[in-house]
């Protein structure tokens, strides 16, 4: 299977600032890569399709970049309902591989 | 609009079967092009892809849960379904089921349920 190694696990970080969060596959991977945001209690939420198209609805401030094994997701100005963990995860194989996730806190 | 509910018992016992449905709303489970999916994840753990269910009722499974699950869908109920034997409390999670489309030639999951947890305790 392919490994998706996200970092880092968890980020302090204030309204307004730009954050960026890394997603590495163990291999190649193209473009496929997704990015999902998850809230406390709640089921994840698509963000990022094909490594940097932003699914419908949601904010412009969020991108995603990368291509081959190296990804990333980059918040621009944070609001604070942005505050929740992310995850990736590839698409190119059979076995649906998510990242370990990266919590995003409150600085 | 697509909506997506687990149902199924809370509390299963150590080395019996999990069962639970997923209930597809909004749409035929049988129309378009769709994966079913389930998903797990462990109380402040990660998410664990534990298979798929296709249209076509093709299915596929995570290698490290293969011999013990069973993924299924009943077209009459526009419902999908999973199996999952023998079981410890290293299974104890909020199981969710989700759909995977293919968006721009690239499957991702657009539509989850709520999740539904599931304890395994005696």
């Known amino acids: 299977d392919i490994q998706m190694t996200q970092s880092p696990s968890s980020l302090s970080a204030s309204v307004g600032d730009r954050v960026t969060i890394t997603c590495r596959a163990s291999?190649?991977?193209?473009?496929?890569l997704n990015w999902y945001q998850q809230k406390p209690g709640k089921a994840p939420k698509l963000l990022i399709y094909?490594?940097?198209s932003l699914q419908s609805g949601v904010p412009s401030r969020f991108s995603g970049s990368g291509s081959g094994t190296d990804f990333t997701l980059t918040i621009s100005s944070l609001q604070p309902e942005d505050f929740a963990t992310y995850y990736c995860?590839?698409?190119?194989?059979?076995?649906?591989?998510f990242g370990q996730g990266t919590k995003l806190e409150i600085k | 609009q697509v909506q997506l509910q687990e149902s199924g018992p809370g509390l299963v016992k150590p080395s019996q079967t999990l069962s639970l449905t997923c209930t597809v709303s909004?749409?035929?489970?049988?129309?378009?092009?769709?994966?079913w999916s389930w998903i797990r994840q462990p109380a402040g753990k990660g998410l664990e892809w534990i298979g798929r269910?296709?249209?076509?009722?093709?299915?596929n499974y995570n290698p490290s849960l293969k011999s013990r699950v069973t993924i299924s869908v009943d077209t009459s109920k526009n419902q999908f379904s999973l199996k999952l034997s023998s079981v410890t409390a290293a299974d104890t999670a909020v199981y969710y089921c989700?759909?995977?489309?293919?968006?721009?030639?690239?499957?991702?999951?657009?539509?989850w349920g709520q999740g539904t947890l599931v304890t395994v305790s005696s």
């Open positions: 989700a759909r995977s489309s293919l968006v721009t030639a690239i499957w991702a999951f657009d539509y």
């Open positions: 909004g749409g035929s489970i049988s129309s378009g092009s769709y994966y």
């Open positions: 269910i296709y249209t076509s009722g093709s299915t």
């Open positions: 291999q190649s991977i193209s473009s496929y």
């Open positions: 094909a490594a940097s």
């Open positions: 995860q590839q698409s190119y194989s059979t076995l649906r591989d």
